[in-house]
Nanobody, 125 residues
Framework: QVQLVESGGGLVQAGGSLRLSCAASGLTFSSYALGWFRQAPGKEREFVAAISASGSRTDYADSVRFTISRDNAKTTLDLQMNSLKPEDTAVYYC????????????????????WGQGTQVTVSS
């Protein structure tokens, strides 16, 4: 059974940094494209960042000041978030999708099969 468990969320002041992690189990981690999404209150879940199965390619939503990375040996996915703004406040979710091609990634919500339970990030002004 695939499990994705996020951690690292919390309360931070504007301009600060947080590092989110997603621990994966029950899957052949290096065969999965991974992504981060977020959902603010009253809004749709939106794409934040994606990384290919090999880790060689990444993509980001416009204006985010984040860096996505993965460790295939440790089966973890990270999101380093810098220069945080109040508008970054949301629940952040990691997602995974089995990918036949190691250099491809997915940026759409519907493209992912597995989701974590989310971790809350709150940025105060």
């Amino acid at each position: 059974q695939v499990q994705l468990v996020e951690s690292g969320g919390g309360l931070v002041q504007a301009g600060g940094s947080l590092r989110l992690s997603c621990a994966a189990s029950g899957l052949t981690f290096s065969s999965y494209a991974l992504g981060w999404f977020r959902q603010a209150p009253g809004k749709e879940r939106e794409f934040v960042a994606a990384i290919s199965a090999s880790g060689s390619r990444t993509d980001y939503a416009d204006s985010v000041r984040f860096t996505i990375s993965r460790d295939n040996a440790k089966t973890t996915l990270d999101l380093q978030m810098n220069s945080l703004k109040p508008e970054d406040t949301a629940v952040y979710y990691c997602a995974a999708r089995l990918m036949a091609f190691s250099n491809r990634y997915v940026t759409t919500r519907s493209g992912y099969n597995y989701w974590g339970q989310g971790t809350q990030v709150t940025v105060s002004s």
